[in-house]
């Protein structure tokens, strides 16, 4: 075996073995997993021919020199290195895979090369020195691609966040602000120095105890979370906002910051709170309306049956009311009705339901009531106030209502039957004149439930 073998004849005879070596290496990396072998050979084959082909070159001692720092000669075409580093690139490899794989290509070589000539003299040193030259010219080749995309990248991506309408900001794994964008300080109203270093809490933010909890566990379960807060900044901008929270990781999966995106949803929220809220109120009374007062008497009586409290039902409709109607109009009717609501709102608690059912037809829910006297009580408080005078269309209108009352365990054990029976005892009251309350009775008896009349003061 000749000992003079060039370094480069080797590597052209040996080609197969080498990239055998590097074949198995490749495999270890968890982006080659989909890659075929053509994928995780890739352009190895041609940068070692190409390394080969540069050996056999004569080489000036500014070449040398060059060579020694990584540095190539200057052309228009891209190298196989640059080449291979760009498709590494796109295919998700980070800048250590990359590094490592002209790690393990180097080793490959020299391996092979030393264990068939463990001493290597003259020309096959120089040729040994040369070979790692055009391997770290190579892996400069090969970076200067990821260098010249993350440049670019960070452009881009600082333009997007400069132009974000969106406050984003980024924090540290203490919470400490690390980059805010323009919009951030606009909302805040401090200046980006102002920001920077410091987290929500030391800025004095209402949110920051939960903002800063949801945090910890984005960092720990590497994980978003989407959460709301109702802040006044001082800027005056918002004050119902929706954020989110992605964890920033790093080349070895390990969470090295967090970012967040922040929305201001109060124009929205407003927005679907009026459509809400005209969905469940009289829009002339702003009581609530049917719907509302079926939602809210459910949950009460799911309440009561868990607390074993009474419920009671008053649903009271309006004596006279029709003569104002027709006689003054619309209009005064309209007013009527609104100056009713207020008069019954004031008569109850503000934790008892006071609801329009329609019409003149209104109704109230009485919760914890324990004894028949307070209901009754509530009821007359009611009736003597619809009864003093009304100013309407520069009048002076009288008008009485009938109340029908009914409770729950005792009369009814639904909602529906509760509703019924309060109003099966409102048309008795009716029936029996005006001013007057009726406690449902099944039985109809005119004893304790019969009809009480209350005169006008």
């Known amino acids: 075996m000749s000992t003079n073998v060039r370094l480069a004849h080797f590597i052209r005879s040996e080609i197969e073995p080498i990239l055998k070596n590097w074949e198995a290496f490749a495999k270890t990396i968890s982006q080659a997993d989909d890659m075929d072998r053509a994928g995780l050979r890739d352009h190895a084959r041609d940068m070692l021919l190409e390394i080969a082909d540069d050996l056999d070159c004569y080489q000036s001692e500014d070449e040398q020199t060059a060579k020694s720092k990584g540095c190539g000669p200057e052309g228009e075409e891209e190298s196989w290195a640059e080449v291979h580093g760009g498709e590494r690139h796109d295919s998700g490899?980070?800048?250590?895979?990359?590094v490592s794989e002209f790690r393990a290509l180097r080793a490959s070589v020299v391996s092979l090369w030393t264990s068939e000539y463990p001493t290597v003299?003259?020309?096959?040193?120089?040729?040994?020195?040369?070979?790692?030259?055009?391997?770290?010219?190579?892996?400069?080749?090969?970076?200067?691609y990821y260098t010249t995309e993350k440049e670019?990248?960070?452009?881009?991506?600082?333009?997007?966040?400069?132009?974000?309408?969106?406050p984003i900001f980024v924090m540290n794994l203490d919470g400490g602000i690390i980059y805010t964008n323009r919009a951030t300080a606009e909302l805040f109203a401090l200046s980006p120095p102002d920001i920077i270093g410091k987290s929500t809490i030391d800025l004095g933010f209402s949110f920051a105890s939960d903002f800063q909890s949801n945090l910890k566990r984005v960092?720990?379960?590497?994980?978003?979370?989407?959460?709301?807060?109702?802040?006044?900044f001082a800027s005056g901008q918002g004050e119902r906002f929706e954020y989110l929270l992605a964890p920033v990781l790093d080349e070895r999966k390990n969470t090295e910051a967090t970012v967040c995106i922040l929305r201001d949803e109060t124009e929205r929220a407003l927005a679907e709170e009026k459509v809400w809220h005209n969905a469940h109120h009289d829009l002339l009374t702003g009581l609530p309306n049917r719907r509302l007062f079926q939602d809210r008497l459910e949950q009460e009586v799911k309440h009561a049956k868990r607390s074993n409290q009474p419920i009671s039902v008053l649903f009271m409709d309006l004596d006279g009311f029709k003569y104002v109607n027709d006689t003054l109009g619309h209009?005064?009717?309209?007013?009527?009705l609104t100056?009713?609501?207020?008069?019954?709102?004031?008569?109850?608690?503000?934790?008892?339901t006071v609801a329009r059912l329609g019409g003149d037809e209104f109704t109230v829910i009485l919760t914890g009531a324990d004894r028949r006297e307070d209901v009754e009580l509530v009821a007359h408080t009611i009736i003597e106030a619809l009864a003093q005078p009304f100013q309407v269309a520069q009048s002076s209108v009288r008008i009485s209502v009938s109340v029908g009352i009914a409770f729950y365990p005792q009369d009814a054990s639904s909602p529906e039957a509760l509703v019924e029976d309060a109003d099966q005892a409102m048309y008795k009251a009716k029936k029996s004149g005006s001013n007057r309350m009726y406690f449902y009775d099944p039985n109809d008896k005119k004893s304790q439930h019969s009809a009480q009349t209350f005169h006008r003061a």
């Open 339 to 352: 100056e009713v609501a207020g008069r019954l709102t004031e008569c109850v608690r503000e934790e008892d």
């Open 331 to 336: 209009d005064a009717g309209d007013l009527l």
């Open 152 to 166: 670019m990248e960070t452009r881009l991506f600082g333009a997007i966040l400069l132009a974000s309408p969106d």
């Open 121 to 144: 003299t003259g020309q096959q040193l120089e040729d040994l020195t040369r070979f790692h030259e055009a391997i770290d010219q190579a892996v400069a080749e090969s970076l200067e």
């Open 219 to 232: 960092i720990t379960d590497q994980s978003t979370y989407r959460g709301k807060f109702h802040h006044r």
């Open 93 to 98: 490899f980070s800048v250590m895979d990359t």
